[in-house]
């Protein structure tokens, strides 16, 4: 199934013996890049998509082209970071969201880097000599871990962190100049889009450039490398010195988590955010029946090219050893699981095992067994590989589209406040009973920021990586952490007089003690759903 323009060579190229397999005849690959269309379109199916972090985006981006054009009134709180490793997405998503809602602005992000994430797999694949059937392995990793948390930034970056690797290995197969200007160029720009894809792709850069040998002709083809390096010690110290007095809350405590159960729990992340995730069973059976697919197709591991594991072993060790939580950024190593997917799929071939490699084949029942189930579900690897693609892919639309009513109240509920008010987010129960996480609702309430031009606690404006900062003497009482004890609100340390509107979601009546300490009990201003926006009152003499 080699389609899709030039990320596919023409199917005449295939041997004969492969033109009658079903994947790779023209209906599979019309399918396939219907089933591509297919995962760029969930996004929309939710006018707000239940994605943890995105509404804090949505807000970032918002504020941003507020203050750069002097129509925020919020301009002597923040200032503007654009030393900001998350340059790039947000430099895309500020003049998008000048001629399209904010919401749609991040949706075409999005449904762009899925696509370009799934083309760049396919270009590494052929760069690999990988094969083609494994490309539906391509189709879901995108809607893992970092998905369904809204890592907006991070999502965007995957793609050009893929073509940084690709680039990479070309480097180290040429060996020309051209090349090295190519990964120089690529690496700075990913630099620029997400600090993590880009350590991530360097260690897969390097580990591939001593992997082939390169060094043997010549030290001096580290010097991409060289630069590169020099560029992250060059952006680390500058942005140290024109931060100086900002680091706000930046927490120097690690956490591993490490245990000899998380490698597979990359089938898990692959495709959802934990094991609370109600519909993670569904999925994990259709990322599991991907992971066989190069079995069912008889397809073995390139052990004579053992270059093209490397990829996936650096994603598996990243995965496995890298911390859980580490200086205020949580789930470090979970998000990795994107790579996994694609990674494995270009250990594979089908070509013979060079006879110098061949070992005697397994002589036990069980062996026989399963290469008889494998031969037996050979004829049928494309339902095997649409099944478990649809499998993912269908969960994530139904809750997409159920998602959109099941959020509308807080919709309706903004629509009848005043713009531009400030507002704390007390989200007491943030579960979705549609999406079945737990945490969907914890920023949901930055909409009202994204949209109408308020400004809403807690903020990811707290962090050193974002775009807009608050400025040091302008910290709101509301700090990093409420957001996962809304429970622990304190009028008295949160400064609740500050807040022009309290949104509130309970699924139970609310705590009495919650505004305790204000001086007048807070007014209940409007009630949809399980979302209540009380106001500061204002104290009756008696």
């Not at 649409?386 to 639309?397: R, T």
């Amino acid at each position: 199934m080699d389609t899709l323009g030039t990320f596919y060579p023409p199917l005449a190229t295939v041997p004969s013996k492969s033109v009658a397999d079903p994947m790779r005849s023209k209906a599979a690959q019309l399918l396939y890049l219907l089933v591509m269309l297919w995962g760029a379109s969930i996004v929309w199916l939710s006018p707000h998509p239940p994605m943890v972090d995105l509404p804090q985006h949505a807000g970032q981006v918002v504020l941003l082209r507020d203050l750069l054009f002097g129509n925020s009134p919020w301009s002597d709180m923040f200032r503007i970071n654009l030393l900001t490793p998350y340059l790039i997405g947000y430099g895309i998503a500020l003049p998008l969201s000048m001629v399209m809602p904010i919401a749609a602005a991040l949706k075409l992000m999005l449904s762009l880097a899925y696509i370009a994430f799934v083309l760049v797999c396919i270009m590494l694949r052929r760069h690999f000599g990988g094969d083609a059937r494994l490309d539906w392995l391509f189709l879901v990793p995108f809607f893992g871990f970092a998905f369904k948390w809204g890592f907006f930034t991070f999502l965007i970056s995957t793609p050009l962190g893929l073509l940084f690797i690709y680039l990479a290995d070309r480097y180290a197969v040429e060996k020309t100049r051209r090349m090295g200007w190519a990964v120089l160029a690529t690496g700075t720009v990913l630099l620029l889009s997400h600090g993590l894809v880009f350590l991530f792709g360097m260690i897969v850069g390097v580990a591939l450039f001593f992997g082939r040998k390169s060094y043997l002709q010549g030290w001096k083809l580290l010097a991409p490398y060289a630069g590169l390096f020099g560029l992250c010690v060059v952006y680390f110290l500058v942005n140290q010195q024109v931060n100086q007095g900002m680091q706000t809350y930046l927490m120097g405590t690690f956490s591993w988590s490490l245990g000899i159960s998380r490698p597979w729990k990359a089938l898990m992340y692959s495709v959802g955010p934990n094991s609370k995730d109600g519909y993670i069973t569904i999925k994990v059976v259709g990322v599991a029946l991907l992971f066989l697919l190069p079995w069912v197709l008889g397809l073995r591991i390139s052990w004579e090219e053992k270059i093209r594991c490397v990829p996936f072993a650096i994603a598996m060790l990243v995965f496995s050893l890298t911390p859980d939580f580490a200086w205020n950024t949580a789930f470090l190593y979970q998000r990795f699981a994107i790579y996994v997917l694609p990674t494995y799929a270009l250990m594979f071939t089908g070509q013979p095992m060079p006879a110098h490699l061949q070992l005697a084949k397994p002589n036990n029942v069980w062996a026989r067994r399963i290469d008889w189930i494998f031969s037996t579900l050979r004829p049928y690897a494309i339902l095997l590989a649409l099944f478990g693609s649809g499998l993912v892919l269908a969960v994530n639309s139904m809750t997409f589209w159920q998602f959109r009513k099941e959020s509308s109240d807080f919709d309706q509920l903004i629509s009848q406040l005043q713009p531009r008010q400030r507002a704390a987010a007390i989200v007491l129960d943030q579960r979705s009973d549609v999406d079945r996480n737990d945490k969907i609702y914890a920023h949901y309430p930055l909409w009202y920021q994204a949209e109408d031009d308020g400004l809403v606690d807690f903020n990811f404006a707290w962090f050193p990586p974002q775009i807009v900062r608050y400025r040091p003497d302008r910290l709101p009482g509301i700090k990093p952490g409420f957001d996962w004890f809304p429970h622990t609100f304190s009028w008295k340390l949160m400064h609740g007089e500050r807040y022009d509107y309290f949104f509130v979601r309970h699924l139970y009546s609310i705590p009495g003690r919650l505004f305790m300490g204000a001086p007048c009990p807070p007014q209940l201003v409007k009630t949809s759903g399980f979302w209540s926006v009380y106001k500061p009152g204002s104290c009756q003499p008696h």
